[in-house]
């Protein structure tokens, strides 16, 4: 059973500058990066360019590098006539949900999925994946983790428990802040679980993330109550009530999808 969002509204959120596309992108693909999983290696600066408000030149062509990430955002501009695949609009979309990701078409999204995977799958699993698109699917993260990194090949048996903590690590999740502690917080999150071989939301649960290195960090002026977003195990943003419930709702509806064919 699905667990309800966080049980109180966010309070406002900080009036902090908004990052733009690139160094957004560069907020998200940090916790990832650092552990060798995807991207260039180049994990430094990602997090110089995230802190300082750096270098987006430099960030665009690391971007590019992240051969799971960019062809989703590719797919979405191109379908809302947006000419940057790392405007602010179309990266947030991406990772979060939102308006833009609903104008890719089942037909567009199925000729991505298509063109990226078909090579690299059996058929019967290639056709529990092109079903995704008529099935609801939207080319946004959550997608990829919940309903492409299973079909791999790594969903089975013995691996099945390693497997689904490794794709709650990597997908965006929610947690509310309890504290900090240092470079740390600590926060009440909704873990991802394998109920009755179908994936779930469960009860929140208090883990510790980190949110900044040596005092650096992708948010500011953090408060108990905020709820943040949660890449691997870095605090990437903190969210308002309309992203939440976007980010929620993305994760709920990707969830249907996934579990048709696991």
Wanted: aromatic residues 6%; charged residues 25%; contains cysteine.
């Amino acid at each position: 059973m699905l667990a309800p969002a966080p049980d109180r509204p966010a309070p406002p959120r900080p009036a902090l500058p908004r990052p733009s596309g690139p160094l957004l992108f560069a907020r998200y693909a940090y916790g990832p990066n650092r552990l060798g999983l995807c991207g260039p290696d180049d994990a430094t600066a990602l997090f110089g360019e995230a802190t300082s408000g750096g270098d987006e030149r430099h960030v665009r062509e690391l971007a590019r590098g992240f051969e799971g990430a960019y062809p989703y955002l590719e797919l979405i501009a191109r379908a809302n006539g947006v000419a940057d695949p790392l405007s602010a609009a179309v990266v947030e979309a991406y990772w979060l949900g939102g308006p833009l990701v609903e104008q890719v078409t089942p037909n567009e999204l199925g000729e991505s999925i298509r063109a990226r995977f078909r090579p690299r799958l059996r058929h019967a699993t290639y056709e529990d994946l092109r079903g995704a698109a008529p099935a609801g699917a939207k080319p946004v993260h959550a997608f990829h983790v919940l309903d492409v990194f299973p079909k791999v090949g790594l969903m089975r048996s013995e691996q099945a428990d390693r497997v689904v903590e490794t794709m709650d690590r990597c997908r965006v999740r929610w947690g509310r802040v309890l504290e900090r502690t240092g470079d740390d917080l600590v926060v009440r999150a909704v873990p991802l679980r394998l109920v009755d071989g179908k994936l779930a939301l469960g009860e929140p649960q208090v883990e510790r993330v980190t949110a900044f290195r040596d005092g650096l960090g992708f948010i500011a002026d953090v408060a108990p109550g905020n709820i943040v977003s949660i890449h691997w195990d870095w605090a990437c943003d903190v969210l308002d009530s309309a992203t939440l419930n976007r980010l929620v709702a993305t994760t709920r509806r990707e969830l249907e999808v996934a579990n048709r064919t696991i």
